[in-house]
């Protein structure tokens, strides 16, 4: 089963490149959700969508887009990357279904590095 | 806004010792509560969860953690420590519509032999 994917799963940028990270679900989920994770700090959500053409904005969203074209995929955009970005990224999915608890599923994460 | 707040970033047993790894939480609503465990170089699963009901709660590998109401708490349980539940421990409120959950700044528990 693959679940949440996520590439790439190391990257190393330089200031001011941009990249994607990709992520995928095969759970016909609704919700999709990127955080980040640094030290002492928890997980912070960046950006969530609730199904496809829908995002918002989380907690941390600058110098972060996405888009949801697809149910399946929610990628997270560096469009000039900072070192203030190096952290962890992971995204997570879940069903959108009324009542639902709110259950997370999470990739294993995108570790980048900006020099 | 809801919050949570986790007392202690690491947290030390030695093996077959109880492990109490603390929550305390913040809702302006009845909150939904959740602990998830993050093993070294993984994604998060979850451990447990309460939504209603029963405020005593069972999770995998013999966790639990117990609901109180007038203590704002949520603390995580497991009455003796395995080497194996060495990992990093995130308590999280539901924060709003869908599936927005804040997360706690987690505890590292370290488990000796």
């Known amino acids: 089963n693959a679940g949440v994917t996520q590439t790439p799963k190391f990257q190393v940028l330089k200031t001011g490149q941009s990249m994607t990270l990709q992520c995928a679900q095969d759970m016909n989920h609704e919700y999709m959700s990127w955080y980040r994770q640094d030290p002492g700090m928890g997980l912070r959500l960046i950006h969530y969508?609730?199904?496809?053409?829908?995002?918002d904005q989380g907690e941390v969203p600058n110098g972060y887009n996405v888009s949801r074209s697809t149910t399946e995929d929610f990628p997270l955009r560096l469009l000039s990357a900072a070192p203030s970005q190096t952290s962890v990224y992971f995204c997570a999915s879940s069903r959108k279904t009324s009542g639902d608890t709110g259950e997370l599923f999470f990739g294993e994460g995108s570790r980048l590095t900006v020099l | 806004a809801q919050s949570v707040t986790q007392l202690g970033s690491h947290v030390s047993v030695s093996e077959g010792a109880l492990v109490l790894l603390r929550c305390n939480y913040s809702s302006s609503v009845p909150p939904y509560l959740f602990w998830y465990v993050q093993y070294p170089n993984q994604g998060l699963q979850l451990l447990l969860k309460y939504t209603t009901g029963a405020t005593l709660v069972k999770g995998i590998n013999g966790f639990e953690a117990e609901f109180k109401k007038s203590e704002t708490s949520f603390h995580l349980t497991k009455p003796s420590a395995h080497m194996s539940d060495a990992a990093e421990y995130f308590c999280a409120v539901k924060g709003g519509g869908f599936q927005k959950l804040v997360f706690g700044t987690g505890t590292r528990l370290l488990v000796s032999p």
């Open positions: 969508s609730v199904g496809a053409g829908i995002t």
